[in-house]
């Protein structure tokens, strides 16, 4: 069975996609690939830039838009809620109210993603390395929970109830190198620059090590794209926002490639540069 090529994103938050991922969705939908994201939680709890954009009372509906808005400018057309509400930060009020996604239970948040794995059948899903980036709840629980679901899909002895079984053929992490961190950090300290990721972190935890790093795709043709994108986001992306204090040269040499760390499946020289590379010829292995 012939097949475009597939590739289904899972994360926690609106504007999660834009940062790490925006130019990867930009290119294959370029390509011709069926591109979906999926979005755990409408991001209710988030700071907001400017209270002109919306309230504490709106903001959740507001940044439901905002994606919509930012996957318009990727030419991403399926984009799914799981309706979980925003769990805050680690220690917060929020972690306790019973609606979000850090107390839903488990079994339930990788039937739902099992059941649209085996509808959408993508050939490779991304999402958030174990520690969510910067070890946000969220972050960390949809990479464990979509993890889970990625092997489970392929097993037709596990939820019979979500439809056929089917396997992908690769499950990638999103990573920032800790080498290209700790190199813009010393960057910006020499100019004065305390800002974002660079103020008061520990560089030796912060991202990912290189040498875990499988995958670094270049997005530089489709950085306007991914700057759209990530503008649609405007409730989150103000004009502090780290980013925009960051000198263009600096900036774009964050943004311009995006790095990823292959968890399942077999990649190859030539999926370094293209996470679908080899895959949109044939159906992935089900079994």
Known sequence: MTLAPG?????????????????VLARAVEAGARVTVVC????????????????????????????????????????????????????????????????????????????????????????????????????VAVSRHTTVAFDLAGDPRALAEAGPPHRPARLYYTAIPRGLLRELAERARAAGLEVGPFRDQDLDRLGVPDREITAAVDVSPWLDKKRRALAAHATQVGPNDPLHLLPDEWRDRLLGREHFVLARGEGGEAARDDLLAGLGNSDPARQ
């Open 7 to 23: 590739l289904l994103a899972v994360f926690a938050h609106p504007d999660d996609e834009a940062f790490g991922v925006a130019g």
């Open 40 to 139: 755990a939680t409408r991001g209710e709890v988030g700071e907001i830039s400017d209270l002109a954009l919306a309230s504490a009372e709106t903001l959740g509906a507001v940044r439901e838009g905002e994606l919509r808005a930012a996957c318009r400018e990727l030419g991403v057309e399926e984009v799914y809620f799981l309706g979980y509400r925003d769990s805050g930060m680690a220690g917060t009020p929020e972690n306790d109210d019973p609606r979000c996604l850090h107390r839903a239970d488990p079994d339930e948040v990788v039937a739902r993603l099992v059941r649209l794995v085996r509808e959408l059948r993508p050939h490779v899903v991304i999402t958030f390395e174990p520690g969510g980036g910067y070890g946000h709840p969220d972050h």
